[in-house]
């Protein structure tokens, strides 16, 4: 089982509409989770963070944490062709205390 | 977040030789990170390196071949040594600031020929 998975996509949404993005983990121990934006030849960006379970919204971006479930969600409100990129899932390694394990990433495509 | 860049941000390479990758923050962090990412891939992580320490490696990847330096809270540098094509990648460090998000360099686009 990989340690933190997200579908690939591409993940293909409307300008204006709602992007939901998932990520499942394996580690119960994890403590933090982040989401990143990477744009192709960028480095990645860090776009939200969070760490108990519920809701965190900044902006257009919510991100949802279940540690029961083991889930980790992104939502972007009303898509713009700018958030065209991949996301990625990042979640703390729970016996090194700050490194991360990072999914796949899912390519987002907002379409005008 | 931190400002962090990295050089050289590109290199070509002949297999056989060692490229060193610096990193240099614009604050001072105590816990630095290199990952890399392969073409088409998600990060995976090479090492943790702090400051006063040895660098804490991750499982497939060895000192002899990667080298890190940490000499002081700004600066640090990874040592991609005897290259070989399967080393062309993205390399990239990243800084943690309170309380624990980590932020990334522009990253060096590495190939080896």
């Known amino acids: 089982q990989k340690e933190v998975e997200q579908n690939s996509g591409p993940l293909s949404v409307p300008e204006g509409a709602i992007a939901s993005l998932n990520c499942t983990y394996s580690?119960?121990?994890?403590?933090?989770f982040f989401w990143y934006r990477q744009y192709s030849g960028k480095s990645p960006e860090l776009i939200m963070s969070?760490?108990?379970?519920g809701d965190k919204e900044d902006g257009r971006f919510t991100a949802q944490l279940n540690k029961a479930s083991q889930y980790v969600s992104l939502l972007i409100r009303d898509s713009q062709p700018s958030d065209s990129a991949t996301y990625l899932c990042?979640?703390?390694?729970?016996?090194?205390?700050?490194?991360?394990?990072f999914g796949k990433g899912t390519s987002l495509l907002v379409t005008p | 977040s931190a400002v962090i860049s990295q050089k050289p941000s590109r290199d070509i390479c002949q297999r056989g030789t060692s490229l060193t990758i610096q990193c240099q923050v614009d604050?001072?962090?105590?816990?630095m990170f290199w990952y890399r990412q392969q073409p088409g891939q998600s990060l995976t992580l090479i090492a943790t390196?702090?400051?006063?320490?040895?660098?804490?490696?991750e499982s497939g990847f060895v000192i002899d071949k990667f080298p890190i330096s940490r000499p002081n809270l700004t600066f640090s540098t990874l040592t991609v040594s005897n290259m070989s094509p399967e080393d062309s990648s993205i390399y990239l460090c990243?800084?943690?600031?309170?309380?624990?998000?980590?932020?990334f360099g522009p990253g060096t686009r590495l190939t080896v020929t």
């Open positions: 990243s800084v943690r600031t309170a309380p624990y998000e980590q932020y």
């Open positions: 580690d119960r121990g994890s403590q933090s």
């Open positions: 969070i760490y108990s379970n």
């Open positions: 990042a979640v703390s390694k729970a016996n090194s205390g700050y490194a991360l394990n």
């Open positions: 604050s001072q962090v105590t816990m």
């Open positions: 390196a702090n400051q006063g320490s040895e660098a804490t490696y």
